[in-house]
């Protein structure tokens, strides 16, 4: 697993981060350095065509120049792989592990891993997808733990470990779905999860706190933004229902040490005045957390 760099903890001992889906208006280069300058130790860097295309020429000079600006900022990196219309201008997210034809996902994943490799992310982050109407859920469930598997012997060899995020509406869309997925592909070391706090309120059964607790062990990757119940709404924090003070404590308790990364892909129109909000939130909520 990479070490993430060396910097000045936040309140409670977490690192906060951003994800650059949510600075969709911005140049990359511009996008970091206004979140260096805010203080964020690290970013969620999605891969698209706007930001880091997997797909351009010369990939491997604009990796490693990305590379250098976050070594430069200080910021440490995982790597998002939701970018809605990278693989079909037509239709959003497709084709997913679950299609007919998965491979131009399994590509883009292995991309990903090795992308994530040069980068030195702490983690790479990726979901299962909606399934299909016209696919069995029994083939589309075959069709997933096959695509993982391809996935993690790629970034087994890169040495970067997978962060599977259950997401509302997709065919992992819980805690539990996440538990019976990482079993069917041989529990390797380097499958762990990516848990949106969010989502947690969204869907969960449990207490978010207690959701945290029950993935401490496998957490390598986490999203923060505030939810309401039943309603999959990435929403400033107080905007929801989320108590985020016990969220943060079971976050430090858990001795969580990736990114805790603002998730909020719909907020790029006013993308600096919402990341510099909510850091003042979360360092808020954490120094009330740890007291």
Request: hydrophobic residues 45%.
């Amino acid at each position: 697993m990479t070490t993430p760099p060396p910097t000045t903890l936040d309140p409670a001992g977490l690192r906060f981060g951003y994800g650059t889906n949510g600075f969709s208006n911005h140049r990359l280069g511009d996008a970091l350095a206004v979140l260096a300058d805010l203080g964020y130790q690290g970013v969620a860097l999605t891969l698209d065509h706007d930001h880091l295309d997997p797909f351009t020429p010369g990939l491997a000079r604009r990796v490693a120049a990305v590379r250098r600006r976050l070594d430069a900022l200080g910021l440490a990196v995982v790597v998002e792989t939701g970018a809605r219309y990278l693989l079909d201008p037509w239709h959003k997210h497709a084709p997913t592990l679950l299609h007919d034809d998965p491979a131009p996902r399994i590509d883009f994943l292995r991309r990903a891993a090795r992308i994530g490799a040069d980068l030195g992310a702490e983690a790479v982050s990726f979901w299962a997808g909606v399934r299909p109407p016209e696919v069995p859920a029994a083939l589309a469930w075959q069709r997933l733990v096959a695509g993982c598997d391809a996935v993690c012997v790629e970034a087994a060899a890169a040495g970067v470990p997978l962060g599977f995020e259950p997401e509302p509406g997709m065919l992992v869309e819980d805690i539990a779905g996440w538990f019976r997925l990482r079993e069917a592909v041989g529990a390797p070391p380097g499958f762990g999860i990516t848990l949106d706090i969010g989502h947690c309120r969204c869907l969960e059964p449990r207490p978010v706190p207690d959701c945290v607790t029950a993935v401490a062990e496998h957490l390598v990757n986490v999203q923060i933004d505030d939810m309401r119940r039943g309603v999959h709404e990435h929403l400033e924090f107080g905007a929801g229902e989320i108590d985020f003070p016990p969220v943060l404590r079971a976050l430090a308790a858990a001795g969580y040490r990736g990114l805790v990364a603002v998730e909020l892909p719909r907020h790029s129109h006013a993308a600096p005045a919402v990341a510099a909000r909510s850091l003042d939130f979360l360092r808020a909520a954490a120094c009330k957390g740890g007291g």
